[in-house]
C-alpha cells in the first residue's frame, strides 16, 4: 500500500507565476489535509477537503490560494501569482478517519 | 498562546543518553500524535496516543489526559536520531490539527 504521494517534491517558481501542488492519498483514504511549514516556523492548518468538498478552509489566505479535491484524482493546491512569502514547505496528509493522519513527502516551493 | 507547546526547543545529546521531550496543550482532544521530521525531509508519524504508554523499540511515548501533557522518550540516543520531533493534537471539536513548534534534537556520537 503505497504511502501519500506529493508532487513535484520541488518546485520553483518566479514571481507572479502558478504554483499547482497535487497530492494522492493512501488508497481507501476520503480525507485530505494541507499543511504549510514557513522557514523556522511550525507547520500550520490549511484545508480540509473530502471527496468533491471542502470541510475546513479556516487556514487557508483569503486570496491566491484554493484547494480541490476532485472525485478522480489527486488533490490539488493552486496557488496564484506567488509571491516570495509563498516560499514553504507544502505537506499534504491523508486519513480514514480525522483521527491518524499519514503525511506525505512534502513540496518545497521555492519563488524566486 | 499557542494550543500546543513543546520543549526543549533545542536538545543536544550524547550518544547514549536518554532523552525526554515534553508536550502541554490546551484544547480537548481525541488524539495525541509524536511526529518526526528530518532536515529537508518529510514527516513521519512515531505515535498516535489517547490515553496510557507506547513503545516501539527505543522510542516510549506517555499522555496523562487530566494534566494535558505528553512525553517522548529516546532511550540510548543514537546521532541517526537526530531530527525535529513534532507534537500534534487532533482537537475533540472540528477537524483541525494544532502543532507545536518542534523539538530540535541533535545526538553527538
Known amino acids: 500500500n503505497a504511502g501519500v504521494m506529493q508532487n513535484p517534491r520541488h518546485l520553483v517558481r518566479r514571481r507572479g507565476q502558478e504554483a499547482r501542488l497535487r497530492c494522492s492519498p493512501m488508497?481507501?483514504?476520503?480525507?485530505v489535509y494541507w499543511y504549510r511549514q514557513l522557514p523556522e516556523e511550525g507547520l500550520k492548518f490549511m484545508v480540509y477537503?473530502?471527496?468533491?468538498?471542502?470541510?475546513?478552509e479556516s487556514g487557508m489566505p483569503k486570496e491566491r490560494f484554493s484547494a480541490e479535491f476532485p472525485k478522480e484524482g489527486p488533490s490539488i493546491l493552486r496557488i496564484q501569482q506567488v509571491v516570495r512569502g509563498d516560499s514553504a514547505a507544502y505537506f499534504c496528509?491523508?486519513?480514514?478517519?480525522?483521527?491518524?493522519?499519514?503525511f506525505g513527502p512534502g513540496t518545497r516551493l521555492t519563488v524566486t | 498562546k499557542n494550543e500546543v507547546e513543546q520543549s526543549p526547543q533545542n536538545l543536544t545529546a550524547q550518544e547514549g543518553e536518554f532523552i525526554t521531550i515534553n508536550c502541554s496543550y490546551s484544547?480537548?482532544?481525541?488524539?495525541l500524535h509524536w511526529l518526526q521530521q528530518h532536515p529537508g525531509g518529510g514527516i513521519v508519524s512515531l505515535f498516535m496516543?489517547?490515553?496510557g504508554k507506547k513503545k516501539h523499540g527505543r522510542l516510549i511515548a506517555t499522555i496523562n489526559i487530566q494534566e494535558k501533557h505528553s512525553s517522548l522518550h529516546i532511550t540510548a540516543s543514537h546521532p541517526r536520531d537526530s531530527a525535529v520531533y513534532i507534537c500534534?493534537?487532533?482537537?475533540?471539536?472540528?477537524?483541525?490539527?494544532?502543532f507545536g513548534t518542534g523539538t530540535s534534537l541533535t545526538v553527538i556520537p
Open positions: 484544547v480537548g482532544i481525541s488524539a
Open positions: 477537503l473530502q471527496k468533491e468538498n471542502i470541510i475546513d
Open positions: 496516543l489517547s490515553s
Open positions: 500534534a493534537v487532533s482537537a475533540n471539536t472540528g477537524n483541525q490539527f494544532y
Open positions: 496528509a491523508s486519513s480514514l478517519t480525522t483521527y491518524e493522519q499519514y
Open positions: 488508497k481507501g483514504h476520503s480525507h
